[in-house]
């Protein structure tokens, strides 16, 4: 069974522009949830999807946005990048949401903005 | 609201020693805990999981973790630690109210292993 799949692995943007990146989730799991990790802040909560819908959400700034698709493939958008937005973001897909039910991880996009 | 501590940011052990990684949260109730280990440049990997039952639970890679209630920890354990070990450990702490899955993690406890 493949793993959960995150394209690209690494991306260059400039301030101002906006950067959409994609996370495909193990086959069957219909959960999504997207994290932002610096070396700062650690590993944030973005937020999570499960059958399209957006279920849980953390303390970003609606520049950053998401959606999933019917074949649980997510996207994560941010727009009008920063400086700060520099990190790995990573994606986990999970069978169905909840807390008890273990979280596979992507391997991230690594995105730089200059 | 629930938060997670990782008092270590950096610990070095030798190899063959054994390890202690220590977790502490707060949350009102008995949250569900994660210990990952992620190598450099790839994602997390789940090591083990609490969710009830048995306090001392094993993982995989030789690891246990032990859930103290009255201490709120959830401390990561190997007796001999391999230098394929080294990486970066992260606890997590999971609200399972409201069918929500909402993950806090710890900022992470780098391991480095020296012969």
């Known amino acids: 069974k493949a793993g959960v799949t995150q394209t690209p692995r690494y991306l260059i943007k400039t301030r101002g522009q906006q950067v959409t990146l994609s996370c495909s989730p193990i086959?069957?799991?219909?959960?999504v949830s997207w994290y932002q990790q610096t070396p700062g802040q650690g590993l944030q909560f973005l937020f999570e999807y499960f059958s399209e819908t957006q279920r849980n959400k953390g303390n970003f700034p609606g520049r950053f946005s998401g959606r999933q698709f019917s074949n649980s493939r997510s996207e994560m958008n941010v727009s009008t990048l920063e400086l700060g937005d520099s990190a790995l973001y990573l994606c986990?897909?999970?069978?169905?949401?909840?807390?008890?039910?273990?979280?596979?991880f992507g391997q991230g996009t690594r995105l730089t903005v200059v | 609201a629930q938060s997670v501590t990782q008092p270590d940011i950096h610990i070095t052990v030798s190899e063959g020693a054994s390890l202690e990684l220590r977790c502490n949260y707060s949350y009102g109730a008995t949250p569900y805990l994660f210990w990952y280990v992620q190598s450099p440049g790839q994602g997390l990997q789940l090591l083990l999981k609490y969710f009830s039952g048995d306090t001392l639970v094993q993982g995989i890679k030789g690891f246990e973790a032990e859930f103290k209630r009255s201490q709120s920890s959830f401390n990561l354990r190997k007796p001999s630690v391999h230098w394929s070990d080294a990486a970066e450990y992260f606890c997590?702490?999971?609200?399972?109210?409201?069918?929500?899955?909402?993950?806090?993690f710890g900022i992470g406890t780098k391991l480095q292993v020296i012969p």
């Open positions: 986990a897909s999970s069978p169905a949401t909840g807390g008890n039910t273990e979280a596979f």
């Open positions: 997590a702490v999971v609200s399972p109210s409201g069918g929500y899955q909402k993950v806090t």
């Open positions: 086959s069957g799991h219909r959960s």
